[in-house]
């Protein structure tokens, strides 16, 4: 019975071919929007969380107290508060992963007849770990070249080949304001950080060599930044805490004092990256489907109009033995299935538009399953929800009266 | 003596209009035992279509008590009515009130759809109708594509689909020419014949005359209720 109704439906959408396709056209529009605002969105979502996975997580960044000298205010980083041993004492900390004392600044660097101005930064190997940095050529310095202040360094893939070109750089020594450096490894491609900086554009090398050789410093021992990375999400706050506590111990801070650091949580600013993103797609995602909701009142506007003009052949269904329930179903199904028609095609044609995008512009589109799934559910609802009250007005009539209706 | 197929006692329908109660039908007694074959007769407003759409099962009565074949219906809800036309009672209409997009045979199998009848056995059954109607070979045809009288032809196969107790006709010949009109009682009367109960409404006394009682109705009651004096054998 299903199937001679299916087969009835489709029969009723055949005598009326244009109506039924202008009908389905809402539904087309309002799922093609839904698709392709869903796929952008996720898109967006994914190229975010790319760029924080390439940051590292749970991370925060401590920087030394401003200095102020005849008046005038450093900021922060500028005093010679932090030490190489703040850092080791914070690596001892119960829920620290890595704590990786930093210290960088602009240089230019000298390679033959190439020469290439980048940030250098002087660390410690935790600082790989806490940024979750490999090398994919040659290897890490590691703590013995710390200690020993050699000269070594890391290089990052926009260096690798602004400078080399296309040698293989590990062995080479390249310069670094005067002191020469020999390459040990090149690092894994990052690209763009959240603020649109080229995260390759650098290079590492050992803390102390850095003091001693590039950049020099009034206050030996002292660091401008310590990068910590906390071993859980959830344990962030807590870690966080428990720095703040430790660093005013061994500053020896009173109660009252104010710190003579800073503390900042990068990871809190790439979420809120990635939470105004989702807003943002859940947002497009809601603007979408009211057209959705358009194309739901099409259905139902065109329903009833078929109900009136077919109120006789409702009335010889009704004489012949049709129950309300057969009456109802049968309208029913004719809105499912033009709903779902519609849907289909909006599918089609919001993959198909998410792909051009994706083609044209190399913009990030995120095409799921669920997504895909979420569209024919709600085309079904639509269907059900809006072809509801006019077949049920078409069950609802009287016979007698259907039957005379000319 | 068999139960009769219909037994109506004290049936009454009245409607609420702006003007007051209108009671259309006062109280009707009738018997109709199996094979009958009976002419409804009045003028317009005297409670006949009235009473046709209370036997119908369309309608249901503001008093009284209706038997159809054994079962009283008179209280049924909506789906114990509708089972009932479909399976125990054949309409034919006035204005043939085919389906015009579907096929004649579509046409005719359809109470077979709601009746929960399987593809196959319903084309076969509704085309053995068609064939008895004479119209086996327009099958496939569209309604639109034969005359009335063959259109009238095709509903009757329809209201015999589903072999039932007896077939209600409501002014059966009104749209068609006198020729057809009586090539259609011709029908009926072989229908008869065969010991199909059928119940006709109409005001034309030749087409009466067809049948073997004539009930006539004025004002809301049965006025007289007689067998034919020159029934045609």
């Given at each position: 019975m299903l199937k001679a109704m299916l087969g009835e439906a489709w029969l009723a959408m055949g005598a009326n071919r244009l109506r039924a396709a202008l009908t389905m056209l809402g539904m087309v529009i309002g799922v093609g929007a839904v698709v392709i605002m869903l796929a952008i969105g996720q898109g967006a979502q994914y190229a975010v969380q790319q760029t924080i996975s390439t940051m590292g997580s749970n991370l925060f960044i401590i920087l030394s107290g401003s200095l102020t000298a005849g008046g005038v205010r450093s900021g922060a980083g500028g005093g010679p508060t932090l030490t190489v041993g703040d850092a080791n004492a914070i690596d001892e900390l119960d829920g620290v992963a890595n704590a990786a004392a930093t210290h960088q600044g602009g240089r230019q660097l000298v390679y033959g007849s190439q020469n290439w101005s980048t940030q250098v930064i002087g660390t410690t190997p935790a600082y790989l770990g806490a940024r979750a940095w490999n090398v994919v050529n040659g290897a890490a310095f590691g703590d013995s070249d710390v200690r020993s202040a050699t000269r070594v360094a890391l290089i990052g893939k926009t260096v690798a080949e602004n400078l080399f070109g296309s040698e293989d750089p590990v062995g080479k020594t390249m310069r670094i304001q005067q002191s020469p450096f020999v390459v040990v490894g090149v690092l894994g491609p990052k690209g763009q950080n959240l603020d649109g900086r080229d995260q390759d554009?650098?290079?590492?090398?050992?803390?102390?060599?850095?003091?001693?050789?590039?950049?020099?410093?009034?206050?030996?021992?002292?660091?401008?930044?310590?990068?910590?990375?906390?071993?859980?999400?959830?344990?962030?706050?807590?870690t966080m805490a428990d720095v703040t506590a430790l660093l005013r111990q061994r500053h020896r801070l009173r109660e009252g004092m104010p710190d003579d650091f800073f503390i900042r949580n990068l990871s809190a600013a790439a979420e809120s990256e990635a939470e105004t993103t989702r807003t943002m797609s859940i947002?497009?995602?809601?603007?979408?489907?009211?057209?959705?909701?358009?194309?739901?009142?099409?259905?139902?506007?065109?329903m009833l109009v078929s109900v009136t003009e077919r109120t006789r052949e409702i009335g010889i269904r009704m004489?012949?033995?049709?129950?309300?329930?057969?009456?109802?179903?049968?309208?029913?199904?004719?809105?499912?299935?033009?709903?779902?028609?519609?849907?289909?095609?909006?599918?089609?044609?919001?993959?198909?538009?998410?792909?051009?995008?994706?083609?044209?512009?190399?913009?990030?589109?995120?095409?799921?399953?669920?997504?895909?799934?979420?569209?024919?559910?709600?085309?079904?609802?639509?269907?059900?929800?809006?072809?509801?009250?006019?077949?049920?007005?078409?069950?609802?009539?009287?016979?007698?009266?259907?039957?005379?209706?000319? | 003596m068999t139960e009769p197929v219909i037994r109506v006692a004290g049936l009454g329908k009245s409607y609420a209009t702006a003007a007051g109660l209108f009671t259309a039908l006062k109280g009707v007694n009738l018997e109709v035992r199996e094979g009958e074959y009976i002419a409804i007769m009045g003028p317009s407003g005297s409670g006949k279509s009235t009473f046709m759409n209370l036997l119908g099962c369309l309608d249901t009565p503001t008093c009284g008590e209706y038997w159809l074949a054994g079962e009283n219906v008179a209280h049924l809800d909506n789906d114990s009515l509708a089972r009932l036309r479909n399976r125990t009672l054949g309409f034919v209409f006035q204005g043939f009130n085919l389906l015009s997009r579907v096929s004649l045979q579509d046409n005719v199998a359809l109470p077979l759809v709601y009746a929960g009848v399987d593809k196959e056995a319903r084309?076969?059954?509704?085309?053995?109708?068609?064939?008895?109607?004479?119209?086996?070979?327009?099958?496939?045809?569209?309604?639109?594509?034969?005359?009335?009288?063959?259109?009238?032809?095709?509903?009757?196969?329809?209201?015999?689909?589903?072999?039932?107790?007896?077939?209600?006709?409501?002014?059966?010949?009104?749209?068609?020419?006198?020729?057809?009109?009586?090539?259609?009682?011709?029908?009926?009367?072989?229908?008869?014949?065969?010991?199909?109960?059928?119940?006709?409404?109409?005001?034309?006394?030749?087409i009466a005359a067809h049948a073997k009682r004539q009930v006539r109705f004025l004002d809301g009651e049965i006025v007289s209720d007689h067998l034919t004096e020159h029934a045609p054998c």
């Open positions: 554009d650098t290079v590492i090398i050992p803390l102390s060599t850095a003091q001693r050789q590039v950049f020099g410093t009034p206050f030996l021992g002292s660091v401008r930044m310590i990068m910590v990375q906390a071993e859980s999400a959830e344990g962030m706050e807590r947002l497009l995602g809601a603007i979408a489907s009211i057209s959705l909701l358009v194309g739901g009142i099409g259905i139902m506007n065109i004489a012949i033995g049709a129950r309300q329930a057969d009456i109802l179903m049968q309208f029913l199904l004719e809105a499912i299935m033009l709903s779902f028609a519609g849907c289909l095609l909006g599918l089609v044609l919001g993959l198909g538009i998410a792909l051009g995008i994706n083609a044209v512009t190399g913009m990030v589109v995120v095409i799921s399953g669920s997504a895909a799934l979420v569209a024919f559910a709600v085309a079904a609802t639509v269907g059900i929800f809006f072809g509801w009250y006019p077949a049920r007005k078409a069950a609802r009539l009287d016979p007698i009266e259907a039957l005379r209706y000319q | 084309r076969a059954r509704a085309r053995l109708l068609l064939d008895k109607v004479g119209l086996g070979r327009y099958a496939e045809s569209l309604p639109n594509r034969i005359s009335g009288g063959q259109q009238q032809r095709v509903a009757i196969a329809r209201a015999l689909v589903n072999a039932p107790h007896l077939i209600l006709a409501d002014e059966p010949t009104g749209n068609l020419d006198s020729h057809t009109s009586e090539e259609i009682m011709r029908l009926f009367n072989e229908l008869n014949g065969e010991g199909i109960t059928v119940i006709l409404v109409t005001h034309e006394p030749d």
